[in-house]
């Protein structure tokens, strides 16, 4: 038989690390409204928070737990016991509750945040692991700051956390270090030496300081990762997460390479973006790929021309596919006469040849003057010129 697509499975966490990071900031009802949105997407965990760290968070948890069902949801606790009795009772109500706890496993972080040495730290998170295993049995482990700890010790306290009953291993790239090659070869060392790790899921979780925590993810995947962490837009600390936009359809356009899969409903995604920035107040920038608005405009005069013979010249995928009603062909400065006539045509004008050239000579003169050229202004060059046909 041949090998089946991997499924992999989408932890979002724009409620918990997304929410966190500067002008994200929300409400629990807009964090209630959002998880609802989440789960439509088909995400099949969400983080819905850091219950420890405030009350507001507290309610949103508890809320989102009560009331949203298709996903599963996550909270996060430091390897301390208040922080996983706060998760557990926030999580009460909850049909698939998991609880997700982590300790930073770095050299860096134990001897300058902690102050612990190798030892005290997997204690901690053993300790931390076997109670929340007490709460709940889906378990989730996080070796913070993982990409830069010694790899032979990832794996000792990777191994400690199985045996302790997580039954996730999340690795995360905290401040955004690591590379295609590096993340995937660890993935690979860490399934070769962690003990028990087929009883275990290892989860990806990239932040973007060097742009990177897309092509990092799937470089994990590649390397044996079944779950990743992201967020819409790619909000989160500093530069942000892993967008989760991109990495769904970089595996969708990609499949035959990745052989991998979610189930995200991929049409829902520019509405989820949106709702996400309408509720933040953050938007997003133009050209980001898949939701922003530039994704599937076209304003230069070859590529317009490409675009109206077949759509696969320039677009890699559709943009119905995604949620947006269509692509976009933006008359502008570099537009030529074959998208201005399509364009016309659209608008109910049918101009003859010489007719076309007096409109074009109009258009690109407005156009030296004004960045977007929209239809009205269109339509007033042609009733002002003598095409009026
Ligand atoms: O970036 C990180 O290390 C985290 C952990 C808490 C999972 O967000
Ligand atoms: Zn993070």
Redesign the pocket.
């Known amino acids: 038989m041949s090998d089946p697509a991997a499924r992999v499975r989408i932890f979002d966490t724009s409620l918990r690390?997304g929410e966190q990071s500067p002008g994200c900031s929300m409400t629990a009802p807009q964090k209630l409204r959002f998880a609802h949105a989440l789960a439509e997407l088909g995400v099949d965990y969400i983080e819905a928070g850091f219950p420890a760290s405030s009350a507001a968070d507290m309610e949103a948890v508890r809320a989102i737990a009560r009331e949203v069902r298709g996903a599963a949801v996550a909270t996060l606790a430091r390897c301390h016991p208040g922080d996983i009795d706060a998760c557990a009772r926030a999580l009460e109500g909850a049909a698939h509750p998991r609880i997700h706890v982590f300790i930073s496993t770095s050299p860096l972080h134990r001897e300058h945040k902690l102050g612990l040495d190798r030892a005290q730290v997997l204690e901690r998170a053993v300790a931390a692991v076997e109670l929340a295993r007490r709460y709940v049995d889906d378990v989730e482990f996080s070796a913070e700051d993982a990409l830069r700890t010694e790899p032979e010790y990832l794996a000792e306290v990777c191994s400690a956390a199985v045996a302790a009953g997580a039954r996730t291993l999340n690795i995360?790239d905290?401040v955004g270090y690591t590379t295609p090659s590096e993340i995937r070869a660890l993935f690979e060392y860490l399934r070769a030496n962690v003990r028990d790790a087929e009883r275990a899921v290892f989860s990806a979780?990239c932040?973007n300081d060097l742009g990177l925590a897309v092509a990092n993810s799937l470089a994990a995947i590649e390397g044996g990762a079944r779950q990743v962490e992201c967020t819409i837009n790619g909000i989160?600390?500093r530069a942000g997460?892993c967008a989760l936009e991109e990495l769904v359809m970089a595996l969708r356009v990609r499949g035959e390479y990745y052989r991998a899969h979610t189930r995200i409903d991929a049409r829902r995604l520019v509405p989820t973006s949106r709702l996400l920035s309408r509720i933040t107040g953050m938007a997003v920038q133009r050209n980001k790929a898949v939701v922003g608005q530039n994704a599937f405009a076209h304003e230069s005069g070859i590529h317009q021309h490409g675009m109206l013979k077949h759509r696969g010249t320039y677009e890699i995928m559709r943009p119905e596919d995604v949620g947006w009603a269509q692509s976009q062909m933006v008359m502008g400065r570099h537009s030529g006469r074959a998208a201005l006539n399509d364009r016309l045509q659209a608008l109910g004008f049918n101009l003859d040849e010489a007719q076309l050239n007096a409109v074009f000579a109009g258009f690109k003169a407005l156009a030296e003057k004004k960045r977007e050229v929209f239809d009205a202004d269109l339509e007033a060059l042609v009733l002002g010129s003598d095409a009026r046909a």
Do not use: A, S, V
């Open positions: 690390d995360p905290t979780h932040h989160g600390e997460n």
